[in-house]
């Protein structure tokens, strides 16, 4: 990843992460709690992506039909989870987000994961993690994924981290998509 694409990624998932992070609080607190897919619809549970990663997570924001950032037609069930154990740059902690679609959503969305991950000099490959699994490579760092099913699309992406906690947590990305129900 050039410095310059890096540098731009990063200021883009912090503005995406404020925005986020402001309101729905009282949906997130009733998620955090319990080891079964919550009831508002997040394709992950805290427990899954602790045992995952290694790192202590809180889902500090759930939103249903939200419209993405980058295709603004199609809305998502969109869950913000941090690990304030891992800080990034500013202290801030490492954010990862599931945009869950479904229907003819599916399908742009996956144009737009593959579009995006080439045009910034990374390569689109399976994952080991599921059938229907791919990651974006770039520069030996795996920071984003889809699982594909038939009738759903869950896209998981880190929002902030950084180089290091990138190469670090390239390892375990495929456990995080496996991780995904």
């Given at each position: 990843m050039t410095r310059p694409t890096a540098a731009r990624a990063y200021v883009l998932g912090l503005a995406i992460a404020a925005?986020?992070?402001a309101g729905c609080r009282p949906?997130?607190?009733?998620?955090?709690?319990?080891?079964t897919k919550p009831a508002s619809g997040c394709s992950l549970t805290v427990e899954e992506l602790s045992k995952a990663t290694g790192l202590s997570w809180e889902l500090k924001e759930k939103r249903d039909d939200h419209p993405l950032e980058?295709?603004?037609s199609v809305k998502a069930s969109v869950c913000?989870?941090?690990?304030?154990?891992?800080p990034?740059?500013?202290?801030?902690?490492?954010?990862?987000?599931?945009d869950t679609v479904g229907g003819k959503d599916v399908a742009a969305v996956r144009q737009e994961f593959t579009?995006?991950?080439?045009?910034?000099?990374?390569?689109v490959r399976e994952s080991s993690a599921a059938d229907g699994a791919i990651v974006c490579d770039r520069d030996g760092a795996v920071?984003?994924?889809?699982?594909?099913?038939?009738?759903?699309?869950?896209?998981?992406?880190?929002?902030?981290?950084?180089?290091t906690t990138a190469i670090k947590l390239t390892k375990k990305f495929d456990a995080i998509l496996k991780a995904v129900g």
């Open positions: 925005v986020l992070l949906q997130a607190e009733t998620a955090r709690s319990g080891g980058t295709l603004e913000l989870y941090t690990a304030a154990d891992a990034q740059a500013g202290s801030d902690p490492l954010v990862l987000r599931t579009e995006s991950c080439t045009g910034y000099d990374g390569k920071a984003e994924g889809l699982v594909e099913s038939v009738d759903r699309l869950v896209n998981v992406y880190f929002v902030n981290a950084d180089k």
